[in-house]
Every structure is written in C-alpha cells, then in structure tokens.
C-alpha cells in the first residue's frame, strides 16, 4: 500500500447506530494527485491521494450520491442522486468554487451509475425507473432516454461508445444495446444478481460479479459483422 486517505475530518461522526454514513462509493480523478469521492449516505470529499489527505468535505446535498460526471471546461460536476428511500431521484449540477448544488434535474428513480463516451456525452443507469439517458454535461440535457427494465445497476461501453452493456439483476441478464439504433442486440443470461461489471479496454472481455454467489464471471466479446447490405 502506498498511502491511505482519509475521506472525512476526525470531528465528524456517522449517523447513530450505523457506520456506513462515510463509505466512499465512487472516486473520480480530477489531477494525477487529487480526486473527487461520493459518500454512501453523505455528501462528497475532496482528497489528496498522494499526500493521503482530505482536502475539503462537502455535506449532504441530494439523497445517496452515486455517479460522478465531470463537466468540461468547469470545475463542476454533474452528480447521480440515487435518492430512494432517502429522497428523490435526481441528477444535480455541484460546482466546486461555490461549494454547492446549483442546479437539479428530477428524473425520478435512482439515477446510479454514468459512462463517459468518446464524443464528450455520457451514458447514464437509472436503475428503479430501469431506464439509460444519453447526457450532454456541455448544455446539462438528456438528450435520449430508452427503457431496459430488470434493475439496470452498473452500465460499461466498448471502445468504440456505440455499444453498451448493462447489468440487469433483477433478471440475471446482461443485455448489450446499440445506441446507433437503440435497439437490444444481444441479452446474455449470467449469474444470480449482477452487479458489478467492466469491458476491457480493447472491447474483448467482459467481467460481471454476481452478488448473491460471491462469484465472478469473465466472458469474451464476439463482434459479428452484418450482412454486406447493412451498415456494420
């Protein structure tokens, strides 16, 4: 271990009877020394990671901050809420000079998890509304939104951005989306409730953890190209 990192000051406490208040969830890298991480139940902390210090702490500004989104040209990022039960469902707008919320869009559900694509927009998981936005954090708009259903929990994209693969555990299902056309291309049964899942850098792989097996399974990614008269 290089160094650990606090992610809140000594003086604050968790909430009564749990101790799960200040778990981090996400980091997000803002430098090659300092990042940015959500709390399970709290705000957000600023950290030093090379120094092992906590910068700044952020308190709760929406219900069960998730997904991280950095906003280009700003220090600013847009922030998953994913608000049930604590709260609603929101995408917020944090700007860190200002140390605030500074703007929200209420989606309802439990916006989670957010993919960044290689033309700057981003993929988003709403996980109980079972929906994916495709976001602009240039204008702060949702641009597209198609419905999945089955628990949609961590979402990943080949290299390319245009196809996305989407863990849906209350169907033990990965299903892969094409966002060219929005249509589902392949659903793919896995393990009992995933969660966790990654696509390797050059798109040949794919890892998927199954939470209620404590299991995890690793897949190759086969590309079939269409017939002559189709665009690939």
Not at 27 to 45: H, R
Not at 93 to 98: L, R
């Given at each position: 271990m290089l160094s650990r990192t606090p992610i809140k000051p000594d003086t604050i406490k968790n909430f009564s009877g749990t101790e799960y208040r200040y778990m981090p969830k996400?980091?997000?890298?803002?430098?090659?020394?300092?990042?940015?991480?959500?709390?399970?139940?709290?705000?957000?902390?600023?950290?030093n990671f090379k120094e092992g210090k906590l910068i700044k702490n952020y308190e709760r500004f929406c219900a069960l901050p998730r997904g991280i989104l950095p906003i280009p040209g700003q220090n600013a990022f847009y922030i998953m809420c994913y608000g049930i039960p604590q709260g609603p469902g929101e995408i917020?707008?944090?700007?860190?000079?200002?140390?605030?919320?500074?703007?929200?869009?209420?989606?309802?559900?439990s916006p989670r998890h957010v993919v960044l694509l290689p033309d700057g927009k981003a993929l988003i998981s709403n996980l109980n509304s079972g929906e994916i936005y495709l976001f602009d954090p240039a204008t702060g708009?949702?641009?597209?939104?198609?419905?999945?259903?089955?628990?949609?929990?961590?979402i990943d994209t080949d290299p390319s951005g245009r196809f996305v693969f989407i863990s849906q555990r209350e169907l033990d299902l990965v299903s892969v989306i094409d966002t060219k056309t929005w249509e589902t291309v392949l659903k793919q049964h896995v393990g009992d409730y995933p969660t966790g899942l990654d696509v390797s850098y050059d798109g040949k792989l794919m890892a998927v953890t199954n939470f209620h097996e404590a299991s995890l399974d690793l897949y190759s990614i086969e590309y079939i190209q269409p017939a002559a008269n189709k665009e690939p």
């Open positions: 996400i980091i997000e890298p803002t430098s090659d020394s300092t990042a940015v991480v959500t709390l399970w139940l709290g705000g957000m902390s600023q950290i917020v707008k944090f700007d860190m000079d200002q140390g605030k919320v500074t703007s929200r869009i209420r989606t309802g559900g708009k949702i641009l597209h939104k198609t419905y999945a259903g089955g628990g949609i929990n961590t």
